[in-house]
C-alpha cells in the first residue's frame, strides 16, 4: 500500500511515522484513544486539522498540537509496581474493582503494563509508555524468563516436577514449553515452588498446576528477566534504574 504522507518534511525523510502512533508514543493518551481525537478533527499539524490517523509525519519537524495545544512530550517512563492481590490490571473496570492505576501518582500520564498479572496473583508488574520496551519483555520471539513463587496444595513428587517441567497441556490443543522448576520448601500437604516459564499465556502457571492437580494457594512473580522485584512494598511503585532499563534491551533472546 503506498504510504499515506501528510508533510512534506516526513516525505522529504522518507520516513515518518503515523500520526496516532507518534501521538501514543509522547506518551499522553492510548493509540486507539488518538485515533478518536484525530477522526473529531481534533488534532492538528502545522496548524491544519488532520483527520486520517494513518498519514505520516516527521517527529523532528512537524508540529503536532491537539486542541491547539503543543504536545508536551512525557520522557519516557519505566516503573516496577509490586501488585498486590485483588486489584486488577486493567485501565477501566466495568465492575469498579481497584487497579493497577490507582497505586500509580496521578501526574503519571499514559502507561500501558508490560504484561498482565491477574486479580489473585502479587509481585512484579512492569509499566512504561515506551511500547519498544514493552514489545521487546513480551514479544513472544525473545522468551523473556519470569519466575514465580507459587504455594500448591497437593501430592508433589518428582515425577510432577518433571511434568511441569517438560511441559503440560493447558488446553486441547497447547502444550507449555519447557519450564525451570524447583521445590523451595515443604509443609504439611502444601509446597513452595519456584516456577519460570519463558512465555506468558492466560493464567499460565494456574493452568500448568491444575494440570498436575495441584491447587495454588499463592502466587507471586519475582522476576522478569534481569529485573528483580526485591524488597519493594506491596503496593508501592519505583522507577526502574539506568542499569535495568539497559539490562533489558541487553538481553539476547531465547535464554
Ligand atoms: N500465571 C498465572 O497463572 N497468573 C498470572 O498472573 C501470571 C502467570
Redesign the pocket.
Known amino acids: 500500500m503506498p504510504r499515506r504522507w501528510f508533510s512534506k518534511n516526513a516525505a522529504r525523510e522518507g520516513k515518518g511515522v503515523r500520526l496516532a502512533r507518534y501521538i501514543s508514543k509522547c506518551g499522553i493518551l492510548s493509540r486507539s484513544r488518538a485515533g478518536e481525537l484525530i477522526a473529531a478533527g481534533k488534532v492538528q499539524v502545522n496548524g491544519k486539522p488532520v483527520f486520517d490517523p494513518e498519514i505520516r509525519i516527521s517527529p523532528v519537524l512537524d508540529n503536532v498540537e491537539i486542541d491547539r495545544q503543543p504536545i508536551a512530550r512525557r520522557p519516557p517512563t519505566y516503573i516496577a509496581l509490586n501488585k498486590p492481590t485483588g486489584v486488577i490490571t486493567t485501565a477501566h473496570d466495568p465492575e469498579g474493582r481497584p487497579t493497577v492505576y490507582g497505586l500509580l501518582p496521578p501526574d503519571s500520564g499514559w502507561l500501558i503494563p508490560v504484561g ?3 486479580k489473585d ?1 502479587s509481585g512484579l508488574l512492569l509499566l512504561t509508555n515506551d511500547t519498544a520496551f514493552a514489545d521487546r519483555v513480551t514479544s513472544p520471539t525473545r522468551k523473556v524468563p519470569k519466575t ?1 513463587l507459587v504455594k500448591v496444595q497437593g501430592k508433589i513428587t518428582d515425577e510432577t516436577v518433571d511434568r511441569l517441567q517438560n511441559g503440560v497441556a493447558i488446553d486441547d490443543d497447547y502444550v507449555t514449553l519447557p519450564a525451570k522448576v524447583s521445590i523451595d520448601r515443604r509443609n504439611k500437604g502444601t509446597a513452595w515452588l519456584s516456577v519460570t516459564i519463558f512465555e506468558g499465556k492466560y ?5 500448568m498446576c491444575e494440570a498436575v492437580d495441584l491447587h495454588v494457594q499463592q ?1 507471586i ?1 519475582i522476576r522478569i528477566g534481569k529485573l528483580e522485584l526485591g524488597p519493594l512494598a506491596k503496593g508501592s511503585w519505583r522507577p526502574l534504574s539506568e542499569e535495568e532499563k539497559a539490562a533489558v534491551f541487553a538481553e539476547k533472546p531465547g535464554t
Do not use: A, G, M, N
Request: hydrophobic content about 25%.
Open positions: 498482565r498479572l491477574d496473583t514465580y493464567r499460565q502457571v494456574r493452568r502466587l512473580r
